[in-house]
Structures are given as C-alpha cells and as structure tokens.
C-alpha cells in the first residue's frame, strides 16, 4: 500500500478533518430533519453530538446514509 502521507501529523490532520466534515454533515442532516443536535467539547467520551429532542428522532431516516458515507469515506482514506 502506497503511503500517502509523508508524516504521521498529515495522516492525523486528514482523519480529523474527514472526521470534523462528517460530524457536520451529520448535524445539517440532523437539523433538516427538525432534529436538534449540537457538537460536544472537551473529547467528550460520550460521543461527539448530543441530541436535545431525543423522543422524537426517527434515526432511520438519518443513519443510513451517514453510515454509507462514512463507510465509503474511511474506505477511500484506507485505499491510499
């Protein structure tokens, strides 16, 4: 496999800014759905978003396809 990061601080910048990207595109999902959901602080470690309006969520309707995308993301950053 070809090393496509000449350093190991490259490779963490590229995950946390797929991870950062992911996180927000999951919020926006969350907030088209009249979900409302905030990024977390602090390395939480209870994950990275809390949900305020938890009883109402239908998360099939959002999860599917975060879950794709974030497959297909860590997929294509694995590849190279």
Same mark, same amino acid.
């Given at each position: 496999?070809?090393?496509?990061?000449?350093?190991?601080?490259?490779? *963490?910048?590229?995950? *946390?800014?797929?991870?950062?990207?992911?996180?927000?595109? *999951? *919020?926006?999902?969350?907030?088209?759905?009249?979900?409302?959901?905030?990024?977390?602080? &602090?390395?939480?470690?209870? &994950?990275?978003?809390?949900? &305020?309006?938890?009883?109402?969520?239908?998360?099939?309707?959002?999860?599917?396809?975060?879950?794709?995308?974030?497959?297909?993301?860590?997929?294509?950053?694995?590849?190279?």
């Amino acid at each position: 496999m070809k090393n496509r990061f000449p350093t190991d601080e490259d490779r *963490l910048i590229y995950h *946390l800014t797929v991870h950062k990207t992911m996180i927000g595109w *999951l *919020l926006d999902q969350f907030q088209a759905e009249g979900i409302d959901a905030k990024r977390t602080i &602090g390395n939480n470690p209870n &994950g990275d978003i809390v949900l &305020g309006n938890s009883k109402k969520i239908n998360l099939p309707n959002v999860m599917p396809e975060c879950c794709y995308r974030a497959s297909i993301c860590m997929q294509n950053v694995d590849s190279r």
